[in-house]
């Protein structure tokens, strides 16, 4: 190994200007992440399956894919609100679709997994017994939903595919007010 001359080592850059490449860095990291737009007529879709059926998301709202770990219950909470989860320091609420959209139930298999959907600053996870991956869908392709679709109302869905594959409305579901629990306990003692 040839030591290099002190005179020719690159000079550390000063605390001031260290600071400002920090501070341009921290500021690119920050940003919100932009989705890129589908080529016109076309979705991107995270599909999954749920009590044997397959459904599919936009992946516009999906943050990440998370294997169930550990579940925490909670008290007071409907019973599609199955409990919490820490996804790297973070507290989140798991929500079963099944019981929220009443399909049928199925037991919880070794590979269920949580998919993290983000709509401004709710996030909140969904259950789902697999993960299939992401795919597109063609917007001509989906067709309305049938009123014969047990248990989950037209207004979740935006259509079917010729394939069978359920497209839910994330922006509906996430915007549903029975997500955000507003439960006060009293105290036992008084």
Do not use: W
Not at 76 to 92: A, D, E, K, Y
Request: charged share 30%; aromatic share 4%; proline share 9%.
């Amino acid at each position: 190994m040839i030591a290099m001359p002190a005179a020719t080592k690159p000079a550390a850059p000063d605390p001031e200007t260290t600071r400002k490449i920090l501070e341009g860095r921290a500021r690119t990291l920050a940003r919100e992440r932009r989705i890129e737009a589908e080529p016109e007529g076309r979705l991107e879709v995270l599909e999954f399956v749920l009590a044997n059926e397959r459904y599919g998301l936009e992946t516009s709202y999906l943050r990440e894919v998370y294997p169930l770990k550990e579940l925490t219950p909670l008290p007071c909470t409907p019973p599609f609100i199955l409990g919490i989860i820490n996804v790297r320091g973070q507290i989140l609420a798991v929500t079963d679709l099944k019981r929220f959209f009443n399909l049928p139930d199925k037991g919880l298999s070794d590979l269920n997994k949580v998919i993290i959907l983000r709509r401004g600053r709710l996030e909140v996870g969904i259950l789902a017994d697999a993960v299939s991956g992401v795919r597109p869908v063609s917007i001509s392709e989906v067709q309305a939903p049938l009123p014969t679709l047990e248990g989950i109302s037209p207004d979740y869905l935006k259509g079917v595919t010729p394939e069978a594959l359920v497209i839910l409305d994330a922006e509906k579901i996430l915007a549903d007010p029975r997500l955000i629990v507003h439960e006060e306990v009293e105290p036992l003692i008084k």
